[in-house]
């Protein structure tokens, strides 16, 4: 009675008793070898995964692959890779797949987002071993072209072979790329952490936590704590190169956080509107820019280039010796055998060592052959002053323009003989840099022209008088100054009147006033360590970067417009893991489209 109540029970069969029904997938075709149904291999997904996207193999199978028909039957299909990358393959999907490959070969591996193969952290490691191999072979093809260059001087000097783990190259590239792994791990991490903390469910831990959990909840936390990403640069040896990156990438961003703060209406302030209805921006003065920069930074460099020659910038002050043929002199072909010449680095020493003497007076050798003309620490000037006209009065003067006794027609003799030349140099440098705008040049040649002109006639004013200013200001210092006021001093003061040439390229020369400005602020570092005015910190290059990094993205995220350049802002939101997409631009439109509704 007891298996009576109880419920029914269905009878079993056994494994005999059930038919079996024929895979027709499961046969194994002629001449083919039968395999058993499997994922595919882990190690070639992942290969796939880290090498090339669904959506790029889609790309190069459209434009190449699929052009060439011997390539189009041997590689696979983009469903195929993209299954492959998915790790849900089988064998029977992989035949129909190329079967449907080789009769199509328009299939679309993607939707319009990544596939689920192509993870955020598989895309972060392919990019960061992108980055690693293109700026290996880029750093390997300026080492080959340098190489070539100086093949002269590189065969009279030993070389000194080092191991390939220690080249600056590799470790350039391994630098590059860790910090931008590392960044996209950090801004993942952080974020989510950030979404967890804002949970419900997270409200003891806010509560235990206040302090703690207002900081990583804030919006500024995963681009702040990201920026420590740029520690990696401490990867590659301490070198120029490094600290030149580092003084470009705070200027960047100290740049984006001006823009921020200009156009919340932090530094110029707010106004009544007219009629008295609202408030508005002010406006920023027509003569604020950052031309301003120049005087400071060409005074600076001046007085750095004859007090501190070890720590000016040498390739920008050889194009000053290069492009002042008529302050700095070569030697005559007649002179004697023996008789040394002075450089113009032994020139820029010798006019310091005026300077710390209060500018002694010039004794003609002509005139008082049987005299000391010199003081004994000035006597590598000897070839110059001995040729020195007998009306010049000052030392300076004899040294600069020994045959001329006139300051203001040597001024204007350097403008007549180096304007022509600087146009010619800069005509044929921003020709070079306009050969992309080609389409330009062929709808609107007069426009392109002309701009080209203005440009080359504006940037040639502002270095010729620049320099010939530099170089004057010594003779109108020693002219109607005393001797013993600011006479060291007054070579920044010289440079700070040659700075005031930025004006003439105030619109357009911003690119050339940033540079100036980070030489001559890497300069002044250099000078306040060697002169103990401050000290100097181990890797304080590498903290420099990271903190660049982490205003960039602070920037970034509370508005993207502040940084002016959409190239950036693509940059920027590739770095993050995004699409190479302007965000800012979408933005300018969502608002658009707001004020239009209203």
């Known amino acids: 009675m007891a298996s009576e109540a109880g419920p029914s029970r269905l009878p079993t069969l056994t494994s005999l008793d059930i038919p079996k029904q024929p895979d027709p997938t499961s046969r194994p075709r002629a001449n083919s070898i039968s395999k058993p149904r499997s994922t595919v291999d882990p190690v070639l997904r992942n290969a796939l995964r880290y090498t090339i996207s669904a959506r790029e193999y889609e790309t190069l199978h459209k434009y190449v692959l699929s052009r060439s028909r011997l390539l189009k039957k041997r590689?696979?299909?983009?469903?195929?890779?993209?299954?492959?990358?998915?790790?849900?393959?089988?064998?029977?999907?992989?035949?129909?797949?190329?079967?449907?490959?080789?009769?199509k070969g328009k299939e679309k591996a993607?939707?319009?987002?990544?596939?689920?193969?192509?993870?955020?952290?598989?895309r972060a490691i392919r990019d960061s071993l992108r980055v690693f191999i293109a700026t290996g072979i880029g750093m390997k093809t300026?080492?080959?072209?340098?190489?070539?260059?100086?093949?002269?001087?590189?065969?009279?000097?030993?070389?000194?072979?080092?191991?390939?783990?220690?080249?600056?190259?590799?470790?350039?590239?391994?630098?590059?790329?860790?910090?931008?792994?590392?960044?996209?791990?950090?801004?993942?991490?952080?974020?989510r952490l950030r979404v967890h903390l804002l949970d419900p469910s997270a409200a003891p831990f806010r509560n235990r936590n206040p302090r703690t959990s207002q900081?990583?909840?804030?919006?500024?936390?995963?681009?702040?704590g990201a920026g420590l990403a740029g520690l990696a640069l401490g990867i590659y040896p301490s070198q120029q190169l490094r600290v030149t990156v580092a003084i470009a990438a705070i200027f960047r961003a100290l740049e984006f956080g001006w823009n921020l703060f200009e156009d919340e209406g932090l530094i110029w302030g707010w106004k009544v509107r007219?009629?008295?209805?609202?408030?508005?921006?002010?406006?920023?003065?027509?003569?604020?820019?950052?031309?301003?920069?120049?005087?400071?930074?060409?005074?600076?460099?001046?007085?750095?280039?004859?007090?501190?020659?070890?720590?000016?910038?040498?390739g920008f002050v050889d194009f000053i010796w290069k492009s002042s043929a008529a302050y700095i002199h070569s030697a005559p072909k007649n002179l004697p055998a023996g008789v040394k010449w002075p450089d113009p680095w032994e020139i820029a020493d010798n006019l310091a060592q005026m300077a710390k003497l209060n500018w002694p007076s010039f004794v003609s050798p002509t005139l008082f052959p049987d005299q000391p003309t010199l003081p004994s620490s000035l006597t590598a000037l000897a070839p110059l002053t001995a040729q020195a006209h007998p009306l010049i009065t000052s030392l300076s003067c004899a040294t600069l323009h020994p045959s001329d006794p006139s300051c203001l027609r040597t001024y204007l003799t350097f403008w007549v003989r180096s304007f022509p030349r600087m146009g010619r140099f800069f005509l044929l440098f921003y020709s070079v840099l306009m050969l992309p705008r080609y389409k330009l040049l062929y709808n609107s040649p007069l426009y392109l022209l002309n701009r080209l002109i203005s440009k080359v006639l504006r940037i040639s004013t502002f270095t010729t008088g620049a320099i010939s200013t530099a170089w004057a200001s010594i003779c109108f210092f020693q002219t109607w100054f005393p001797r013993?006021?600011?006479?060291?001093?007054?070579?920044?003061?010289?440079?700070?009147?040659?700075?005031?040439?930025?004006?003439?390229?105030?619109?357009?020369?911003?690119?050339v006033f940033l540079y100036s400005a980070r030489t001559s602020v890497d300069s002044l570092w250099k000078v306040g360590v060697k002169r103990r005015w401050w000290r100097a910190m181990k890797g304080g290059d590498v903290w420099v970067f990271a903190l660049a990094l982490a205003i960039t993205g602070a920037?970034?995220?509370?508005?993207?417009r502040a940084i002016r350049e959409s190239r950036v802002r693509k940059g920027i939101s590739w770095v993050r893991g995004s699409e190479f997409r302007d965000w800012g631009l979408d933005e300018d439109e969502d608002e658009e489209l707001r004020s239009k509704e209203e």
């Open 75 to 103: 590689m696979p299909s983009v469903n195929t890779v993209e299954k492959y990358m998915e790790g849900s393959s089988t064998r029977r999907e992989s035949f129909a797949d190329r079967d449907g490959g080789r009769s």
């Open 142 to 191: 300026y080492e080959t072209v340098l190489a070539r260059l100086k093949a002269q001087k590189e065969a009279a000097a030993p070389k000194k072979r080092q191991p390939f783990y220690k080249s600056s190259g590799l470790r350039l590239s391994l630098s590059l790329s860790t910090i931008l792994l590392l960044y996209r791990l950090l801004f993942r991490f952080l974020s």
């Open 484 to 511: 013993t006021f600011l006479p060291t001093q007054r070579f920044f003061l010289g440079g700070f009147l040659a700075g005031l040439w930025a004006w003439v390229e105030r619109k357009d020369g911003r690119s």
């Open 110 to 122: 993607t939707s319009g987002g990544p596939s689920r193969g192509d993870t955020y952290n598989a």
């Open 215 to 224: 900081t990583l909840t804030s919006p500024y936390a995963p681009a702040v």
């Open 274 to 314: 007219a009629g008295g209805k609202g408030m508005v921006k002010r406006e920023r003065p027509w003569w604020w820019g950052s031309w301003m920069l120049q005087p400071f930074a060409f005074g600076q460099l001046l007085h750095a280039t004859l007090f501190d020659r070890d720590c000016s910038p040498v």
């Open 555 to 560: 920037v970034y995220e509370r508005d993207a």
